[in-house]
């Protein structure tokens, strides 16, 4: 209710303030507007009016002040006509002087059109000329175009040829591969093959081996059996008394061959002096410690001449390249019919010594460095050698192939032998030390610091004999391990060799003397020297013949020097055949060969034939 | 209401005044000058609205007879910076239309007239009374978080007669926090014709300590009496050619009664006799 009081208490005030506003305008405003209005707008056109009069009046002046000069009747009549006359003439006079301006200002502007015109033309010309030359110059482009064009399916079309044209090959290339691929594993699998068979070969040789072997055996046993049952045929130095003894002393006898015939051994030079059946009985049966050769000192010097029927060559009988470079080691087989020599190819090659002529037999590959020292074993079925890449090898002579690796040295191994059991190896090397090795389990039993480094080694039963470069010559005993004796010599010791009863020591050394040593008393026995005979190097390597009657020795101009060890002197110099210094001599079992070998890849047969 | 409100201020800012300005007799002239009629603009300034008047009595005087021009009406010199509705509520409330005004180009009364060479005097001053209303009202912080731009605004709208270019810039003079219920002191002026001085000027709050808002009545109570003393209604209260009632609340008129400068200017004139 207040607020309905307030709100027309408000109306009340409100209302009477805009109702008194609209009066007030339309008394003040309303009431005088338009008469205000329309009275400006009659000032205005008086003002006007009055400026038009005003403007008349100076114009009537004007013209009245003209006329005053001319007097006349009619002077107000002519005075009017005459203004208006006047005036027209003057009007009509302004009106000839603008349209003559006009006329003026039009030419000018046709002029000046006209001017452009020109220009325009001008500008015309030109472009068009323009446009003539782009025209051209596309004509020109056009061609170009197309020939590019051309050109270029030219090439696309040569470039999908040859992309076809290598598809094919690709494909030709992917069957060829797959046939390369296929043929591959055939050939592996015939080389599998082959090699299975080859050891299946190998294992069937053996076990025949074996059997014959075992077969002989056999036999000997039944023999030795029916000659034990059989009491009376037979020599009173016997069999029986000899089995009796074992320290098989057998003094003084020469053992007849007989029996040695009848044992298959290869083994031709002789072994023990006394009773060789004793000695093939120890052979065949391998390994029994060598008592009979601790005796050996004691029997007869005289060599026993097993059919060795030692000759001294007079002629070379075959001269032959035998190696692509130096020839370093040359060794006959027990046998004798096969020929071994190591040259600085890496090779170790067989021959057969057949009618005059070493025919080549094979090689023995499988060394990485050169040959330095040859040796067959006792049977001749292995073949042991000695190689500057530090390793000694051992080849089954039969099929070439390699058994056994020996590494173990830190330098060179310069000479590596068989110890006489053939079941261990003892080499030397360049690193100074003297290993044992184990055939067996194939690993180095003893290494010996021998001082030195050793070039040549030969053994004994009980004994090893190394030849070092400080002039010495070092006996071990083997199962003891130590030096036994020392012997000094006058030069570097290249060679060391045994008679055939192990007595004495054949010594080369750089002092150009080849000593004989008997190893009973340890003191040099004989000295052979001769003018011309250098030792070329310090792998120089001399033999006894096998008979112990004569020593042979390659010298450093290529000649072949033989002495004669009962009378001391030399026997024969063979210098025709060799070119360069002779590395090493090898004087066949048989005694009717010698080979020498030279630092110039050749090596020569000798014989007396 | 509101739509009220809106054509209270159109009327106020549109509202016009016929007049009639004569040449003084004395000022030599080449010829007979007419008189000239003009609607005068109730909000405006008297030298900012008579261009016209000055190029219609130029043209018929010489240049070194001019002098700068001035108003008088029956021989009471008119202040040019009082606005024009001002002015003849004040002289001529109850006389006939259109208002008589005497034109002068000589003897410048120095003594009751201010100068005015140039337009931007007026804008000066008409500015500063802004300045001083928004004192009153805010404290000049609406008036001084306004810009450059906004001021000249209100100049030119008053100077080009544009309503709505100077309210734009205008509303923002009359708001007021709605806790305070209005301003904080209404800015007004009360012109009195019989006394020495030029007007009544205080500090007068729209709303009372206890909350009632104060009316017209309340604050010609407060500050002149007189004006209200009963007796036989001698006084007229005008404002813009209108009696409000005296219940009529303060702030409502300061808000839409105010002239452009912000001022409600409240004549108290004495009553017609008949």
């Given at each position: 209710m207040v607020v309905m009081a307030e709100r027309r208490l408000e109306?009340?005030?409100?209302?009477?303030?805009?109702?008194?506003?609209?009066?007030?305008?339309?008394?003040?405003?309303?009431?005088?507007?338009?008469?205000?209005?329309?009275?400006?707008?009659?000032?205005?056109?008086?003002?006007?009016?009055?400026?038009?009069?005003?403007?008349?009046?100076?114009?009537?002046?004007?013209?009245?002040?003209?006329?005053?000069?001319?007097?006349?009747?009619?002077?107000?009549?002519?005075?009017?006509?005459?203004?208006?006359?006047?005036?027209?003439?003057?009007?009509?006079?302004?009106?000839?002087?603008?349209?003559?301006?006009?006329?003026?200002?039009?030419?000018?502007?046709?002029?000046?059109?006209?001017?452009?015109?020109?220009?325009?033309?001008?500008?015309?010309?030109?472009?068009?000329?323009?446009?003539?030359?782009?025209?051209?110059?596309?004509?020109?482009?056009?061609?170009?175009?197309?020939?590019?064009?051309?050109?270029?399916?030219?090439?696309?079309?040569?470039?999908?040829?040859?992309?076809?044209?290598?598809?094919?090959?690709?494909?030709?290339?992917?069957?060829?591969?797959?046939?390369?691929?296929?043929?591959?594993?055939?050939?592996?699998?015939?080389?599998?093959?082959?090699?299975?068979?080859?050891?299946?070969?190998?294992?069937?040789?053996?076990?025949?081996?074996?059997?014959?072997?075992?077969?002989?055996?056999?036999?000997?046993?039944?023999?030795?059996?029916?000659?034990?049952?059989?009491?009376?045929?037979?020599?009173?130095?016997?069999?029986?008394?000899?089995?009796?003894?074992?320290?098989?002393?057998?003094?003084?006898?020469?053992?007849?061959?007989?029996?040695?015939?009848?044992?298959?051994?290869?083994?031709?030079?002789?072994?023990?002096?006394?009773?060789?059946?004793?000695?093939?009985?120890?052979?065949?049966?391998?390994?029994?410690?060598?008592?009979?050769?601790?005796?050996?000192?004691?029997?007869?010097?005289?060599?026993?001449?097993?059919?060795?029927?030692?000759?001294?060559?007079?002629?070379?009988?075959?001269?032959?390249?035998?190696?692509?470079?130096?020839?370093?080691?040359?060794?006959?087989?027990?046998?004798?019919?096969?020929?071994?020599?190591?040259?600085?190819?890496?090779?170790?090659?067989?021959?057969?010594?057949?009618?005059?002529?070493?025919?080549?037999?094979?090689?023995?590959?499988?060394?990485?460095?050169?040959?330095?020292?040859?040796?067959?074993?006792?049977?001749?079925?292995?073949?042991?050698?000695?190689?500057?890449?530090?390793?000694?090898?051992?080849?089954?002579?039969?099929?070439?192939?390699?058994?056994?690796?020996?590494?173990?040295?830190?330098?060179?191994?310069?000479?590596?032998?068989?110890?006489?059991?053939?079941?261990?190896?003892?080499?030397?090397?360049?690193?100074?030390?003297?290993?044992?090795?184990?055939?067996?389990?194939?690993?180095?039993?003893?290494?010996?610091?021998?001082?030195?480094?050793?070039?040549?080694?030969?053994?004994?039963?009980?004994?090893?004999?190394?030849?070092?470069?400080?002039?010495?010559?070092?006996?071990?005993?083997?199962?003891?391990?130590?030096?036994?004796?020392?012997?000094?010599?006058?030069?570097?010791?290249?060679?060391?060799?045994?008679?055939?009863?192990?007595?004495?020591?054949?010594?080369?050394?750089?002092?150009?003397?080849?000593k004989i040593i008997d190893l009973r008393s340890n003191a040099v026995r004989q000295t052979f020297s001769a003018q011309g005979f250098k030792c070329g190097a310090d792998w120089t390597r001399v033999t006894f013949s096998p008979d112990g009657s004569y020593v042979a020795g390659g010298s450093a101009d290529g000649a072949l020097y033989i002495w004669n060890v009962l009378t001391g002197k030399l026997e024969r110099t063979l210098d025709k055949n060799h070119s360069s210094a002779i590395n090493s001599v090898s004087w066949s079992p048989s005694g009717a060969y010698v080979v020498s070998v030279e630092k110039g890849c050749k090596a020569v047969l000798w014989s007396d034939m | 209401m509101i739509a009220d409100d809106k054509d209270v201020l159109r009327d106020v800012w549109f509202g016009r005044i016929p007049t009639c300005f004569t040449l003084y007799q004395d000022e030599v002239t080449e010829r007979e000058a007419e008189p000239f009629y003009l609607l005068l603009p109730r909000v405006s300034y008297l030298t900012l609205v008579t261009d016209k008047v000055k190029k219609h009595f130029l043209k018929v005087m010489k240049a070194e007879d001019v002098e700068e021009i001035w108003f008088e009406y029956e021989g009471t010199p008119l202040k040019w910076h009082y606005p024009i509705g001002l002015l003849f509520d004040l002289h001529a409330s109850n006389t006939s239309l259109p208002w008589s005004i005497t034109v002068h180009f000589k003897n410048f009364p120095e003594r009751d007239l201010l100068h005015c060479p140039c337009n931007s005097v007026i804008e000066a001053h008409f500015m500063s009374s802004i300045k001083e209303a928004d004192a009153l009202k805010h404290k000049s912080q609406v008036i001084n978080d306004m810009q450059k731009k906004d001021h000249k605004q209100l100049w030119m709208g008053l100077q080009n007669d544009k309503f709505d270019q100077f309210w734009a810039i205008n509303r923002k003079l009359m708001e007021y926090p709605t806790e305070e219920g209005g301003f904080r002191y209404i800015p007004f002026r009360i012109y009195l014709t019989m006394s020495d001085r030029p007007f009544i000027q205080k500090l007068f709050r729209p709303i009372s300590p206890d909350g009632h808002t104060h009316t017209l009545g309340d604050l010609l109570k407060e500050v002149y009496p007189v004006a209200i003393a009963n007796e036989a209604k001698r006084y007229q209260v005008v404002i813009h050619g209108i009696e409000p009632l005296l219940e009529t609340p303060l702030q409502w008129l300061s808000e839409h009664l105010s002239h452009p400068d912000n001022f409600l200017h409240i004549s108290v004139i004495p009553a017609p006799s008949d």
């Open positions: 109306c009340s005030w409100k209302r009477h303030v805009v109702e008194q506003l609209k009066q007030r305008d339309r008394v003040q405003r309303h009431a005088f507007e338009e008469i205000i209005h329309q009275y400006n707008r009659l000032l205005e056109k008086s003002d006007l009016q009055t400026v038009l009069s005003e403007r008349y009046q100076s114009d009537k002046y004007d013209l009245q002040n003209r006329h005053d000069s001319s007097p006349g009747l009619d002077l107000s009549r002519n005075d009017s006509l005459q203004q208006e006359m006047a005036q027209m003439r003057i009007r009509h006079q302004e009106e000839l002087t603008e349209l003559h301006k006009k006329r003026g200002e039009l030419a000018q502007s046709v002029i000046e059109l006209n001017h452009q015109i020109q220009q325009k033309d001008k500008e015309i010309q030109s472009n068009e000329a323009k446009m003539e030359e782009y025209q051209r110059q596309i004509a020109e482009l056009e061609g170009e175009c197309r020939e590019l064009r051309g050109k270029l399916q030219d090439l696309e079309q040569a470039n999908q040829t040859l992309k076809d044209e290598y598809d094919a090959l690709q494909i030709t290339f992917g069957a060829l591969e797959e046939k390369l691929r296929r043929t591959t594993d055939d050939n592996q699998e015939l080389v599998s093959r082959w090699m299975a068979e080859k050891s299946q070969e190998a294992n069937k040789l053996n076990a025949e081996n074996e059997k014959d072997c075992k077969r002989r055996q056999a036999k000997l046993q039944k023999e030795l059996a029916e000659a034990a049952k059989e009491p009376l045929p037979l020599d009173p130095d016997d069999d029986i008394e000899v089995l009796a003894e074992d320290s098989g002393k057998g003094t003084g006898e020469t053992s007849p061959n007989r029996p040695l015939s009848r044992t298959p051994s290869k083994r031709v030079s002789g072994q023990s002096p006394q009773s060789s059946l004793l000695g093939s009985i120890s052979n065949i049966f391998g390994r029994r410690p060598g008592n009979s050769y601790g005796s050996s000192p004691e029997c007869t010097e005289t060599p026993s001449g097993v059919c060795a029927d030692v000759r001294v060559p007079a002629t070379a009988l075959h001269v032959f390249e035998a190696h692509d470079g130096e020839v370093n080691a040359v060794r006959f087989s027990p046998g004798s019919r096969l020929l071994a020599t190591g040259g600085m190819d890496r090779r170790v090659k067989l021959w057969e010594v057949v009618s005059g002529r070493c025919e080549p037999k094979g090689a023995l590959t499988g060394s990485n460095a050169g040959i330095t020292s040859i040796e067959f074993d006792s049977a001749g079925s292995y073949l042991l050698a000695a190689s500057n890449d530090f390793a000694s090898r051992i080849w089954t002579v039969d099929d070439f192939r390699l058994r056994h690796t020996l590494t173990g040295h830190s330098g060179k191994v310069l000479a590596a032998r068989f110890l006489l059991d053939n079941a261990r190896i003892v080499s030397g090397s360049y690193d100074r030390t003297l290993k044992l090795w184990d055939l067996r389990s194939k690993v180095c039993m003893k290494t010996v610091f021998a001082g030195s480094s050793c070039n040549d080694i030969v053994c004994t039963e009980q004994c090893v004999m190394s030849g070092h470069f400080d002039k010495r010559v070092r006996f071990w005993d083997i199962r003891a391990e130590s030096i036994v004796r020392e012997l000094e010599l006058m030069g570097r010791v290249t060679s060391l060799d045994l008679n055939h009863d192990r007595t004495e020591l054949l010594t080369c050394s750089r002092d150009d003397l080849v | -």
